[in-house]
């Protein structure tokens, strides 16, 4: 639909996993996102790559870790997260050299830790 | 903070009524999106106004800017059930994006 998959959907894991969710965009943008969506809260950046650079990490805990291997995937590795961290975890994309910088987000994978 | 805040948090209207959204933000901006979000999906970009544009419209969005009270509304005419969604403002300097906590429409058939 957007041109923006993650993988998985949903994941439901205990808090000793280690786990990754995975983003991958179509657009050919230069550009990735991390966002963390909680209900009630707003959408929270986590993390930035510019052109596979890290430019923004937003006091996210270690436990958090990101890799951005090119331009076009995105992953977010997961270990000993805590019941805190359930939510939806949103990826995003855009174009940054584009007057208008319009992000193009993922379905989000839907995160539960037990 | 330089997020925007929507309001109200939640709107339930009759489908045919007219529904319109605020959001205020706190610093200089370079333009405001609105976006889209159906329950638990992704966010879907509806309609980008620059900081030098008062007024924007496309199909039955219409969004307003008013930089001098650093607000913005969205309206949307001749609501349909399909439209039931939340919707974000986010502010967008340099790159960076700042979203609120959104409002949710409602619309009753």
């Known amino acids: 639909e957007t041109g ?3 993988t998985p959907r949903h994941l439901v894991m205990g808090m000793t996993n280690k786990k990754s969710l995975k983003c991958e965009q179509h657009l050919g943008h230069n550009a990735m996102y991390w966002y963390k969506q909680s209900a009630k809260k707003p959408l929270e950046l986590m993390f930035v790559y510019n052109f ?7 006091s996210v805990p270690s436990r958090f870790s990101p890799e951005c291997p090119n331009s076009s995937h995105l992953f977010l590795h997961l ?4 019941p805190e961290d359930s939510a939806l975890y949103l990826c995003a994309s ?9 992000q193009y987000f993922g379905p989000g994978t839907r995160l539960t830790v037990l | 903070s330089q997020q925007g805040e929507e309001d109200p948090q939640a709107l339930s209207i009759q489908e045919g009524e007219n529904a ?8 200089s901006i370079n333009n405001l999106q609105w976006y889209r979000q159906n329950s638990g999906r992704g966010l879907v970009h509806l309609i980008l106004i620059r900081s030098n544009e008062r007024e924007k419209h496309s199909g039955r969005l219409r969004v307003t800017l008013d930089t001098s009270k650093k607000s913005s509304s969205l309206l949307i005419t001749a609501s349909r059930a399909a439209d039931t969604a939340s919707y974000f403002c986010a502010t967008s300097n340099f790159n960076k994006f700042y979203f609120g906590s959104g409002t949710k429409l409602n619309v009753k058939p």
């Open chain 1, 4 to 6: 923006v998959t993650q």
């Open chain 2, 20 to 27: 319109t959204m605020n959001c205020s933000y706190k610093t």
């Open chain 1, 52 to 58: 596979k650079e890290q430019t923004e990490n937003n």
């Open chain 1, 79 to 82: 270990h000993t997260l805590q």
């Open chain 1, 94 to 102: 855009s174009q940054l050299d584009r007057s208008t910088d319009t």
